[in-house]
């Protein structure tokens, strides 16, 4: 399965503390891909990284990727409990056979005590 | 500008009967996925229409179907159902599908099957 791993599974914080999540991925990829999902709601997207890219910032987000080690961070700062929500990453990867558009990962359950 | 809009949000159906579930993408939008998500199965890419064609599928049985109108509206189709098709099915749209484009993802359809 190309199936992103994320890691953790689950984690809790305090409001005003950094949650940080990673993904890992098996194969080479064009882009990768963060999204949050509120309670069995529809996903946000957050932020697209390309496979050329090391570093990118979207307001209190931001999200590293290393295709070396084929592993993506996001580190939310200064997190509020709105924060409180999955994540998943997505990846678009190369050389697919199925036509598959994205890849999505297992999800981090972040939940954020006020 | 109007999101992506799934209808109906929550489907009761008995096993074997068959279901429609819709989608209307945002305007302009010619890509449509759809998604399946599950506890188990996590998020499963089930297929793409793009100017009414479908451009790309997942690994899903034939009884799962779909189509996509002149108005890039779409519609999937799932005949005889089973108990494991109980599921959230997300409907995302995106300007054209292609590498490194954004896709925005409606609230989702919850289908219970009993």
């Known amino acids: 399965s190309q199936q992103g791993e994320e890691d953790p599974q689950a984690l809790s914080i305090q409001e005003g503390e950094n949650a940080t999540m990673n993904c890992s991925y098996k194969?080479?990829?064009?882009?990768l891909q963060w999204y949050r999902q509120n309670s069995g709601r529809g996903l946000v997207h957050l932020i697209l990284?390309?496979?050329?890219?090391r570093e990118k910032h979207s307001g209190r987000l931001r999200v590293t990727l290393d295709t070396s080690k084929k592993s993506s961070s996001l580190l939310i700062t200064a997190s509020r409990a709105a924060d409180t929500a999955s994540y998943f990453c997505?990846?678009?990867?190369?050389?697919?056979?199925?036509?598959?558009?994205?890849?999505f990962g297992t999800g981090t359950r972040l939940a954020v005590r006020p | 500008k109007a999101g992506v809009t799934q209808t109906p949000r929550y489907l009761i159906k008995t096993r074997g009967q068959q279901v429609t579930l819709s989608c209307s993408p945002i305007?302009?939008?010619?890509?449509v996925s759809w998604y399946q998500q599950t506890p188990g199965q996590g998020l499963q890419f089930l297929f793409e229409?793009?100017?009414?064609?479908?451009?790309n599928k997942g690994n899903f049985p034939g009884r799962f179907s779909g189509r996509q109108f002149s108005n890039s509206r779409s519609e999937m189709n799932v005949s005889t159902l089973e108990l494991g098709d109980s599921a959230l099915y997300l409907c995302?749209?995106?300007?054209?599908?292609?590498?490194?484009?954004?896709?925005?993802f409606g609230q989702g359809t919850r289908l219970t099957v009993v």
């Open positions: 305007s302009g939008h010619r890509s």
């Open positions: 995302a749209s995106s300007l054209w599908g292609g590498r490194d484009t954004e896709a925005f």
């Open positions: 229409y793009f100017s009414e064609t479908q451009r």
């Open positions: 194969t080479s990829i064009n882009n």
């Open positions: 997505a990846t678009d990867w190369i050389g697919k056979s199925s036509g598959d558009k994205l890849t």
């Open positions: 990284i390309r496979s050329n890219e």
